[in-house]
């Protein structure tokens, strides 16, 4: 078995995901190619640094400066689980390093950033993963095989809705994620960044957008009691053109009363349909065209893991990490392909650009016209 060793940018919610997943892999995999080595973590605070590392078992820690991590010899991949405006920097260093680069999702804040980023990741050769998890799930990857072995015929329709009810609390503090800035947006670059990229798995490319974006809570207060303005979207909703003729709408909202994390998915083709929600993941439904009439309906069918992972329940979301970072690592041991890379997480920035843009000049956008 051949071990990597992680370096990790981040010891925030994502840090700790990631770090579960890593963790995670002898748990779901039975008999892994490849272990991750908790080598390093970094935070901008020594003190949060120091606990992660004692708390899940990281051989060195790193404050102040990310370079440092990136610089250490011993790091073979960096892992960037850091916020949204710090992407860009160091994954664009970690490259020019000489490392492969696992980076959360949005890309970067910008779409410029995020071309270069990948026009980077091609020059230099490095493997590279956006962070798009819910690829990995079995539901989700039953649909892909279903759609491409044409069980669902020609596609017409894609509806995807993201919900959270995170933000719905107004005394919830101000934080980078308020500020469009530092976010990249709102609700379309936390959510419905994830959305953007299942559009483009299951269904294909997309042809132009129209979108509208609204701030329902204007003003928050700071962790100082200081008010401060929200510019970032609490939702949105958008119309799609897929290249191949199909018609999608997709949304997300970070004020969705009521979920905790509502991420539902259908497709209708000519010759049946699909239909999966991530707060029952383990079920996809299924209707296929081709049965009897009065036998027609959606039939359920519970998900199982492929014959490598252990059989049984399926687990929470966060498997969706254990199996992503698990396949990018045996990748990379292999030298095999693997999406989704960095080119993925900047077409998903273009569509995301897109949005913002029809929400702004209130008009369709092409995404020829978006680079």
């Not at 990995?136 to 491409?148: E, Y």
């Not at 809570?217 to 909703?237: S, W, Y």
């Not at 997709?250 to 991530?278: F, P, Q």
Request: net charge positive.
């Amino acid at each position: 078995m051949k071990s990597v060793n992680i370096g990790l940018l981040g010891t925030g919610f994502m840090g700790r995901i990631h770090t579960y997943a890593y963790k995670s892999i002898p748990f779901y995999i039975q008999s892994p190619i490849v272990s991750p080595r908790m080598t390093a973590v970094y935070s901008r605070t020594p003190e949060k640094a120091l606990r992660f590392k004692e708390t899940h078992g990281f051989k060195k820690v790193y404050s102040g400066d990310w370079r440092k991590l990136i610089d250490d010899k011993e790091v073979e991949v960096v892992d960037n689980a850091l916020p949204n405006f710090l992407h860009y920097e160091p994954c664009l260093y970690a490259l020019e390093s000489g490392k492969n680069v696992i980076c959360e999702k949005p890309l970067t804040v910008r779409l410029e950033e995020a071309r270069r980023l990948y026009e980077k990741s091609l020059k230099v050769g490095a493997k590279t993963m956006s962070v798009f998890n819910y690829r990995f799930l079995p539901a989700v990857r039953f649909m892909k095989d279903f759609i491409s072995s044409g069980q669902i015929g020609k596609p017409f329709h894609f509806r995807c809705v993201f919900a959270h009810s995170g933000h719905i609390d107004v005394n919830r503090p101000w934080s980078w994620k308020e500020n469009f800035e530092t976010s990249g947006g709102g609700a379309s670059a936390d959510l419905g960044i994830h959305a953007i990229d299942l559009a483009r798995y299951l269904i294909g490319e997309i042809l132009r957008v129209a979108a509208k974006e609204r701030i329902f809570i204007p003003e928050r207060k700071d962790q100082m009691g200081e008010t401060k303005k929200v510019t970032a979207d609490d939702a949105f909703v958008s119309i799609l053109e897929f290249k191949n003729g199909a018609l999608g709408t997709l949304e997300a909202t970070r004020v969705g009363t009521g979920y905790k994390n509502y991420l539902r998915v259908e497709i209708h083709g000519s010759e049946g349909g699909l239909a999966w929600n991530l707060e029952d993941l383990n079920y996809v439904r299924v209707f296929k065209v081709e049965e009897p009439r009065r036998e027609q309906g959606w039939k359920v069918i519970l998900m199982d893991l492929p014959w490598w992972f252990p059989r049984g329940h399926i687990g929470g979301w966060q498997t969706g990490h254990v199996f992503a970072l698990y396949m990018f690592l045996k990748a990379m041991v292999e030298d095999e392909e693997f999406t989704p890379t960095f080119y993925d997480g900047y077409q998903a920035q273009r569509v995301l650009e897109a949005i913002h843009r029809s929400n702004k000049e209130n008009r369709w956008i092409d995404l020829d016209t978006v680079r």
